[in-house]
């Protein structure tokens, strides 16, 4: 007689007689089917062959027990071979002849069960030999919206989302799982190739029997030790890279009125009426939208309270006090919220075309250099530093060098110093990296690490 360890739904694993959870599924299904049904006709359901007491005492159990990850074959540890004596009526699959399985296990329930959300580690190929399953998949790209446990924990390749009930106030990517997922029904017969990496849900009905087959991927087969501290630090980067794009990406869909709070064009052409625009103003070469947006920055500068006796009418470029820097860059928290929702500044000038940007900066140096100072010094968020040197660099794929040059040293020249504007830039740039690599850390490996002081 065979004992193995079988799961026992909430409260771990138990140890019985193979026999004995067999008896007690039959019992079960009798129960349920009453005298007629087609496990009557294949011969499942005839008498166990037990005590009366140890069936009744089965009954009460069998829906709460579930024979899990039995091994057949287990290439790392053979003792843990339990049914290793039904490896010869296993007929491998043809398409897999030649591979190198890490182990050959055994799955049955009695009553309906539902497993966890989680991925393995290994190429899989799931056969149903009795009974239904319905298995909801995943990409390993989903991992985000199933929000994996901390990679550092027992249960690292699990989902910490309950699927059927999520709670999206403490997981709010959730909201977006359904549309990445794809559900396969598998009756016996059926078999499903789930690979590597790819989260997966299976419901199984009553008295369902499987085995799978696991082995090692090609790339993991041939990825070798010395060599996983690159791998982690590129795919680290190539992820932070892509977050950074999310995190700053412009809506295709969206024009300028609608991606900013910038207010109504003639409210905007009145602000600038009260400075006496004359025919030779640089605004006056400002494409509407673009003077919308410049409208929007001067009366962020004007509301913000950091600015302190700040009198900004037109005045000339050549002397001039800058406002006191920030001594800290603020660091906000990483969340499921984009940055650049909660950066105005940031909004404002995202849309903003290249060449009709550098136009608007050269027209802040003429007109309104002071709130240009105090705009990069005392309120240009770290994804806002990211947003303006990216336009610089777009501005620089589109002009000369001489005409580069000529911009450059026009925009630093109403900084005192042009240095601490340098080093706002670099700072902020800095910080929005980590702020992203944070959220790198958070989705993918749900850890969370504080920037060094």
């Not at 790209?141 to 403490?170: K, Q």
């Not at 029904?185 to 299976?202: A, K, M, R, S, T």
């Not at 290249?354 to 309120?379: D, G, I, K, Q």
Request: charged share 25%; aromatic share 10%.
């Amino acid at each position: 007689m065979c004992s193995m360890e079988i799961s026992e739904a909430m409260r771990g694993l138990v140890s019985v007689p193979f026999s004995t959870f067999v008896h007690s599924c039959k019992s079960y299904l009798r129960r349920i089917n009453g005298a007629s049904g087609p496990f009557i006709d294949q011969g499942i359901l005839e008498e166990p062959t037990c005590s009366r007491e140890m069936c009744a005492s089965n009954s009460e159990n069998s829906e709460q027990v579930y024979l899990a990850q039995v091994s057949i074959m287990n290439a790392e540890n053979k003792e843990r071979c339990l049914l290793e004596v039904l490896k010869e009526d296993i007929q491998e699959p043809i398409f897999l002849r030649g591979k190198s399985f890490s182990s050959i296990n055994f799955w049955m329930n009695g009553a309906h069960l539902r497993s966890s959300t989680h991925y393995d580690p290994h190429h899989n190929l799931l056969c149903v030999l009795a009974g239904c399953k319905k298995v909801t998949l995943w990409p390993p790209s989903a991992s985000p919206f199933l929000y994996p446990m901390p990679v550092y924990g027992e249960a690292s390749n699990h989902s910490s989302v309950i699927i059927e009930e999520p709670d999206y106030s403490s997981y709010t990517r959730a909201r977006y799982m359904k549309e990445y997922s794809e559900r396969v029904v598998l009756n016996c017969g059926d078999v499903l190739f789930i690979p590597e990496g790819w989260y997966h849900q299976v419901d199984s009905d009553d008295l369902t029997i499987a085995i799978n087959f696991w082995w090692k991927s090609r790339i993991m087969t041939q990825m070798s030790e010395h060599m996983d501290a690159y791998y982690l630090r590129r795919i680290l980067s190539r992820l932070v890279d892509k977050e950074m794009n999310i995190m700053v990406q412009r809506n295709p869909f969206c024009r300028l009125g609608d991606c900013t709070n910038i207010q109504p064009m003639n409210k905007a052409l009145t602000g600038f009426q009260l400075f006496n625009l004359q025919k030779d103003s640089p605004l006056q070469t400002l494409e509407p939208s673009t003077l919308q947006a410049l409208y929007e920055l001067v009366s962020l500068v004007h509301d913000s309270d950091e600015v302190v006796n700040q009198n900004d009418r037109p005045e000339p470029t050549s002397e001039g006090t800058s406002s006191n820097r920030r001594d800290e860059t603020k660091i906000a928290a990483p969340d499921d919220s984009s940055l650049l929702d909660k950066d105005p500044v940031a909004k404002t000038i995202l849309p903003v075309e290249p060449l009709e940007f550098r136009s608007m900066m050269l027209a802040m140096v003429r007109t309104f250099p002071r709130t240009l100072e105090t705009l990069v010094l005392n309120m240009l968020r770290p994804v806002g530093a990211e947003i303006l040197t990216r336009k610089f660099d777009e501005i620089d794929q589109l002009t000369t060098k001489e005409e580069q040059a000529e911009f450059y040293k026009t925009f630093y020249s109403v900084f005192e110093d042009q240095y601490a504007a340098m080093d706002v830039l670099l700072n902020g740039k800095e910080s929005f990296s980590f702020q992203v690599f944070q959220n790198v850390l958070d989705k993918y490996l749900r850890v969370h690490v504080d920037r060094p002081t």
